[in-house]
């Protein structure tokens, strides 16, 4: 081919190549394109921001500035419109860096077993040059920008297709999308980044009332993504404190000082030394709930500003405000029946959070919880005795709810033992709540305050949770100059532990004892005026169907307090070891405490029906029968009290305390004497007894027939049960026999019958 023809087929392929819809060669370094051939391509739409976009038709591509490379940029993804709270698992913070003229590399900020310390900035550059930093994305370059200081790259299927940059294809509703039905309704600028708003559509197979009725379901979701650069500041990492709950990442840090590696927690937390946090509140919520978030932002700000934050938050309800980017929290009404739930995004290399999602409705305060609040607070917050849908009551309890999910946002874990903190006189003295709060935790699980009489004074407002003690001190952990340990020791973290007393649901004092008595007196006193509160509520509240249920749930209240009492017996607390503050690992429970804790259960459930409960007036409507509730809140108080894990513990305080510790053997014989009556064979066996004695003793025999020897062996608890359950049985068996009253000789016939099925002639494997 001649020279001259050269220059023609050169402009001849250049007119081709910019033809083609937004695609590149993949051999070569360098880029195909000018930016002049690209952006003169028929169509092309130019949507200004900090990365620009350029779209033609469904193809898009981004424009990535040099000085955004190897800079944190956050990338997230959410559902905003329709019905969904959806935050993609993929909204993280990722890095671009060039590999060549024709690929940009994407990272993501990952949590490593290895990370530099401040000593030797170059060990982070060698890990990345190591690949310990995976390679996560890889996106092709169409051209250099207008002034060749940007890349431009396809992003074309991440837009279009559930998976990819904005991977949204954990999501079932969005996992397969008709691009038919799909497509992009926006592109706008944000600070230092862009938003596109796209819609999703697809068609499922789903059941609609029961499986055998399967139909398709056609579902269309608006999602918005985000991607923006992340401002060029370090936030100092704060260790973790065994004393506070927060959420942590872990490094494994090499010292290149001292030739060592450490691994070592890092608190989540907000970076307030900037422009305050954005607090988006949606607009279509109804006024009277966008209250209980401002309430309780409001209690959380008044804690941030006395850590030292000058001001913490920014409130508004701008639509445009709405997105997941850096500095945000919203709040969404909606997709929060169980409660308001919420979603944060968080560099996993510092722990900065960067973002968050709260959602919320008043869904999540239900007819159950308005009967709850009805039956521990009727007299004391008359609202409710009035009204048990009184609209004041559910801002008023949302607010609650949302405190609790605001401590999660701001990086807290829920600390079940900080709830116990005080006693029963300062939780029912009106100027000690007033300055206190009820609970040293709002973080804690959502509990009424159920102690104060009716003729003590305290304020509907003291009733409900809020912003205390615990959290502040909290809050100067993580945010302020003070690093001081909580005021008392049972305010120290700790999640749940069911062998705690102290971390159980609803316990609400250090002590125990007293605090489900006087819950208790003022639960007889709800009771007695059920009936007539009913009476003189609205018409459509007003039913017997509805009063049989709020009686029932006193049943339920004296069950919690019954078994609260119970978790005393066997109890034992377990804190962290802080040097000089807390050195003792373990706590148990006081002899004395347990002794009375058992005298309580013995005259107020395990002796009989509690007569507060047999008024014929409310028995006579109630759907649920009292005597059989009462059976068996006695059965589960029974099977909680003789368990190998209680059993174990007391066995472990003996070995510890010695004679200053409540025994196995004096469980036991509290057992042998207050339901079998010491197996005396002159007494009949009421009713109750019976039914007692039959739930006791299978309950035991299931546990151990599935508990083999060896393993029986291994726990002390598990040998202490199966010890009592043979020693008992032969016990029974004598009975049968030798028992003076028929009625009774039948009765433990049957039950050695029971348990020779259940035990006894069991093939061991």
Known sequence: MQKKYFPQLLQMLLCVAACLPMTVSAQGNATPLTFEQFISQPGVVKHEAYFNIYQKDDRFCLEIPFSALGRDVLVSAQVVEGYGSFVSPASDVVRFERHNNQMLYMRRNRSLDVQADSIDISMNDAIRGSMMLPIDKSFTVMTLGEKGDSYIVDISGDVNQSSGLFDVSKNGALSHPDPSRSGVTGIRAINNGVAINVYRSQTDNMAQGSMDNMQD????????????????????????????????????????????????????????????????????????????????????????????????????SDVAERSLS?????????????????????????????????????????????????????????????????????????????????????????????????????????????????????????????????????????????????????????????????????????????????????????????????????????????????????????????????????????????????????GRSKYPIIRGVSEQATVYVPRQQQLAALSYLENNILNGIPQWLLRPEITKICSGNMKSMSIGTANGVLKKLMSADVLQTLAEQERHEGSNAYTAAELTDFINRVVFADFDKTLPVSDFKRKTQIALLLNVAEYVASHNIVMGMQNEGNCLLQVWLVDTAKKVARLAEEHADQDSREHFSLLKMRLDKMYFNKNIQ
């Open 217 to 316: 379901v056609a579902q269309t979701l608006g999602l918005e993504f985000i991607i923006q650069l992340l401002p060029s500041k370090n936030m100092a990492a704060i260790a973790e404190s065994a004393a506070f709950g927060f959420q942590t990442i872990t490094r494994q840090e090499f010292d290149m000082k001292n030739y060592g590696a450490r691994r070592r927690n890092y608190i989540c937390r907000w970076n307030f030394s900037g422009e305050p946090v954005t607090v988006f509140i949606d607009p279509v919520a109804p006024a009277i709930f966008q209250q209980s978030v401002r309430n309780a932002v409001a209690q959380w700000q008044q804690a941030l500003v006395k850590a030292g934050v000058k001001e913490p938050f920014r409130i508004t």
């Open 326 to 570: 850096y500095g945000h929290i919203l709040f969404c009404w909606g997709n929060a029946a169980s409660g308001p739930n919420s979603n944060k995004i968080i560099d996993p290399m510092t722990g900065e959070i960067m973002a968050a999602r709260v959602n919320f409705t008043d869904m999540s305060v239900d007819e159950d919880l308005l009967e709850s609040y009805y039956i521990l607070a009727r007299h004391i917050d008359k609202r409710i005795a009035k009204d048990m849908n009184n609209i004041e009551v559910r801002r008023d309890i949302l607010t609650a709810q949302l405190v609790a999910e605001i401590g999660n946002v701001l990086g807290m874990k829920a600390n079940w033992r900080a709830k116990t903190a005080f006693t029963p006189s300062q939780l029912c003295s009106p100027s000690w709540l007033h300055q206190h709060g009820m609970a040293a935790s709002a973080t804690s699980p959502l509990q009424f305050n159920y102690l104060p009489s009716a003729k003590s004074g305290v304020k509907a407002a003291a009733l409900l949770p809020c912003v205390s003690d615990y959290d502040m001190a909290a809050m100067k952990f993580a945010y302020g100059k003070g690093k001081k340990q909580p005021a008392t020791k049972n305010q120290y973290f700790s999640a749940e532990d069911k062998g705690d007393p102290y971390t159980i649901k609803g316990t609400l004092s250090t002590d125990i004892l007293e605090a489900c008595r006087l819950g208790m007196e003022n639960l007889k006193e709800s009771y007695a005026h059920l009936h007539k509160d009913f009476g003189s509520l609205p018409k459509e509240q007003n039913s017997f169907t509805k009063e049989s249920h709020v009686a029932v749930g006193h049943v339920g209240k004296m069950e919690q307090y019954l078994n609260q009492i119970a978790s005393l017996v066997g």
